[in-house]
């Protein structure tokens, strides 16, 4: 069955970076769309980062465009979300997704979520 | 961006009873919507897309509607299990999400 499992949150300081990963297995990573939701504390939903199934087309939410960086590794399965200069504001759960139709659309596999808490 | 608005905030109904949230969009995405619903400590599961089609898996008693701008989630009848937060979310222009509805036991 398919499954996403995420690692590498942790506790940093404001203006640190850090690497997300998401292993998947159960489908083939390479003939899917990805994308990185995040949710704070208490809050709603946020989405974050989308990848094309190839790797070439990715797009950011306006609020980590610039800071974060989606990327995948297919021999890995793996995707990927590399996090700088975080601020307090980024503190939330991230959840890796697969997108149903393999464009930026509707999610239809999560993983358990990694937390990150950026705090002084 | 395209804002999406959820009514009621909180809805308390008993098992058995009929809930209906609603999800209302800023500007027209035609039938571009999903449903999550969310249980403490655990990642949303998607429920219904493309306003109308339920995803694998997923019971009968779920149906969504509408298109345009306003859009409904209906469970028909409510069991113990679905009660948790609902979240629509719309992917005409980007990707954005409501605010949530948590359905609560009366």
């Known amino acids: 069955q398919v499954q996403l499992v995420e690692s590498g949150g942790g506790v940093v300081q404001p203006g640190s970076s850090l690497r997300l990963s998401c292993v998947t297995s159960?489908?083939?990573?390479?003939?899917?769309?990805m994308d990185w939701v995040r949710q704070a504390p208490g809050k709603g939903l946020e989405w974050v980062a989308f990848?094309?199934?190839?790797?070439?087309?990715?797009k950011y939410a306006d609020s980590v465009r610039g800071r974060f960086t989606i990327s995948k590794d297919d021999s890995k399965n793996t995707l990927y979300l590399e996090m700088s200069s975080l601020r307090a504001e980024d503190t939330a759960v991230y959840y890796c997704?697969?997108?149903?139709?393999?464009?930026?659309?509707?999610?239809?596999?999560w993983g358990q979520g990694t937390l990150v808490t950026v705090s002084s | 961006e395209i804002v999406l608005t959820q009514s009621p905030g909180t809805l308390s109904l008993s098992p058995g009873e009929r809930a209906t949230l609603s999800c209302r969009a800023s500007q027209s995405i035609s039938t571009y919507l999903a449903w999550y619903q969310q249980k403490p400590g655990q990642a949303p599961r998607l429920l219904i897309y493309d306003a109308s089609n339920r995803a694998t898996g997923i019971p009968a008693r779920f149906s969504g509607s509408g298109s345009g701008t306003d859009f409904t989630l209906t469970i028909s009848s409510l069991e113990p299990e679905d009660f948790a937060i609902y979240y629509c979310q719309q992917r005409s222009s980007w990707i954005t999400f409501g605010q949530g509805t948590r359905l609560e036991i009366k």
């Open positions: 997704a697969r997108d149903l139709y393999s464009s930026m659309d509707y999610f239809d596999s």
């Open positions: 990848i094309w199934y190839d790797g070439n087309k990715k």
């Open positions: 159960g489908f083939t990573l390479h003939t899917y769309a």
